[in-house]
């Protein structure tokens, strides 16, 4: 039996009680969290030995990104050929359609090694990655699998199903995957069925990915009305928008996800919410490629489930909430919103959708939850309670350097320094593999 006590310090529970429990301690035993109570309690309760040392630190349940893109690591530094890219369809071409393409087996491998390294660094322990590489397509998913369990996260994994390259490309590498996840029942691997986004497959690929997906009971994982492209080109093929086609052609539903959701009407947002589809927001991503700004705040009041992702730009989930956080105020223009709603997307309404695919409870604290954490360095220059812990989350703990990262009770990361992976070799193997790779898009 494996056991042992984080303790001293400041214990945030999340979840439906969102404790803030001072000189706070949490008992783990294999891998799941066994009791949550102050040190002093826990101390007397159980005699195992205090293996993380929390003082001036804040313990949270680690970070859950909802839409990540694992593959975009050898992007960085990259200066496509030609002109800058005017709108979002040229960014595709010029950028990721290359990019995708130009990558071989031990690229697909190394790019995810790096943002699990950059995950375990940020605290982030779940992550829902979407993924693309036309040339070496079938077996990917198990080579992003074999990187996420060396890291030793949970991932939801999923291939980018497009026409662009081949009709269907990508269905049966999503289907091989699910079919090997049915048979693990894995408490830390998880398929999804991928799609790219509407513009890019036609009514029989769509068709064949239900019929796939709805053969292994799995949901959908696609970009929706990321750039206007995306609706324009269902308003002239199909004569509806983007998210009237896809409900209407049963690509959605309470397991699914909506990636982006900026070009939608209040018709659609509407067809969202009774599809119980969840939406993803990625704010950073989404002022990166200039596409807009999501109305997330709206699809929230609606009673529309809305997560947080990174789209491929980061591994670090509070600065993704308090981008949000920002760009939700300004576009707005009324300094009274998302102080609750960015907070709520991330802690909160991650976990409920990571809930769905896992079978341990994930983002909370709490007896029978998995021991995953993220704890912070933070020392609060004022009074810290459940009443006023988002005041800190946003304006002080965004900017605090995670310590340690636990999954599943293992210390991934302890003292700042990554135990699970070595990140030295891995990114010079990273940066030969990368420049070999430029040289092909080029």
């Known amino acids: 039996m494996s056991e042992y006590l984080i303790a001293n310090g400041i214990v945030v529970t999340l979840g439906e009680k969102n404790q803030v429990i001072l000189d706070g301690a949490v008992y783990v035993k294999n891998g799941k969290i066994g009791d949550v109570g102050t040190t002093k309690?826990?101390?007397?309760?159980?005699?195992?030995?205090?293996?993380?040392?929390?003082?001036?630190?804040?313990?949270?349940?680690?970070?859950?990104?909802?839409?990540?893109?694992?593959?975009?690591?050898?992007?960085?530094?990259?200066?496509?050929?030609?002109?800058?890219?005017?709108?979002?369809?040229?960014?595709?071409?010029?950028?990721?359609?290359?990019?995708?393409?130009?990558?071989?087996?031990?690229?697909?491998?190394?790019?995810?090694?790096?943002?699990?390294?950059?995950?375990?660094r940020n605290g982030t322990t779940t992550v829902i990655d979407h993924h693309a590489s036309p040339s070496y397509r079938d077996g990917s998913l198990d080579l992003i699998a074999d990187a996420v369990t060396e890291g030793g996260l949970r991932a939801s994994l999923c291939y980018e199903v497009s026409d662009r390259n081949e009709p269907g490309a990508g269905i049966a590498e999503n289907e091989r995957f699910l079919k090997r996840m049915r048979s693990e029942k894995s408490e830390f691997l998880h398929?999804?069925?991928?799609?790219?986004a509407s513009v890019t497959v036609?009514?029989?690929?769509?068709?064949?990915?239900?019929?796939?997906?709805?053969?292994?009971?799995?949901?959908?994982?696609?970009?929706?009305?990321?750039?206007?492209?995306?609706?324009?080109?269902?308003?002239?093929?199909?004569g509806v928008r983007t998210v009237e086609r896809l409900v209407s052609r049963g690509i959605c539903g309470k397991d699914s996800l909506f990636i982006h959701c900026i070009n939608v009407d209040d018709k659609e947002m509407d067809l969202i919410k009774k599809s119980e589809t969840t939406v993803v927001h990625n704010p950073e991503s989404n002022m990166n490629n200039a596409v807009g700004v999501a109305k997330v705040l709206k699809m929230m009041?609606?009673?529309?489930?809305?997560?947080?992702?990174?789209?491929?730009?980061?591994?670090?989930?509070?600065?993704?909430?308090?981008?949000?956080?920002?760009?939700?105020?300004?576009?707005?223009?009324?300094?009274?919103?998302?102080?609750?709603?960015?907070?709520?997307?991330?802690?909160?309404?991650?976990?409920?959708?990571?809930?769905?695919?896992?079978?341990?409870?994930?983002?909370?604290?709490?007896?029978?939850?998995?021991?995953?954490?993220?704890?912070?360095?933070?020392?609060?220059?004022?009074?810290?309670?459940?009443?006023?812990?988002?005041?800190?989350f946003i304006f002080g703990m965004v900017d605090a350097v995670v310590d340690t990262t636990i999954v599943a009770g293992k210390i991934l990361m302890e003292n700042k320094k990554v135990l699970a992976l070595d990140e030295e070799k891995i990114a010079a193997q990273s940066r030969k593999l990368a420049a070999k790779m430029w040289t092909r898009i080029s």
Not at 74 to 88: H, I, S
Not at 89 to 114: F, G, P
Not at 191 to 196: D, N, V
């Open 301 to 392: 009041s609606r009673g529309i489930l809305v997560g947080l992702g990174t789209d491929g730009m980061a591994s670090d989930m509070p600065a993704q909430m308090r981008c949000s956080y920002l760009v939700h105020r300004l576009d707005s223009r009324d300094p009274r919103v998302a102080f609750c709603e960015a907070p709520q997307m991330l802690l909160w309404n991650n976990a409920v959708i990571a809930n769905k695919f896992f079978p341990v409870k994930v983002g909370v604290i709490e007896k029978g939850a998995a021991a995953d954490f993220a704890i912070l360095d933070y020392i609060p220059p004022t009074d810290m309670s459940a009443n006023n812990f988002l005041g800190h």
């Open 41 to 120: 309690e826990l101390k007397a309760k159980y005699k195992c030995s205090v293996k993380v040392n929390a003082k001036n630190k804040v313990v949270l349940p680690g970070f859950i990104c909802a839409h990540h893109h694992f593959y975009s690591t050898m992007a960085r530094g990259f200066c496509p050929p030609g002109a800058p890219a005017l709108t979002f369809q040229e960014i595709l071409e010029r950028l990721w359609w290359k990019l995708d393409k130009a990558l071989h087996k031990d690229d697909v491998y190394y790019s995810a090694l790096i943002p699990i390294i950059e995950c375990i």
């Open 191 to 196: 398929g999804m069925m991928g799609l790219h």
């Open 202 to 238: 036609s009514d029989d690929t769509l068709a064949k990915c239900r019929k796939g997906a709805e053969k292994y009971g799995a949901g959908y994982h696609i970009h929706v009305a990321e750039g206007v492209e995306d609706h324009t080109d269902s308003l002239k093929k199909y």
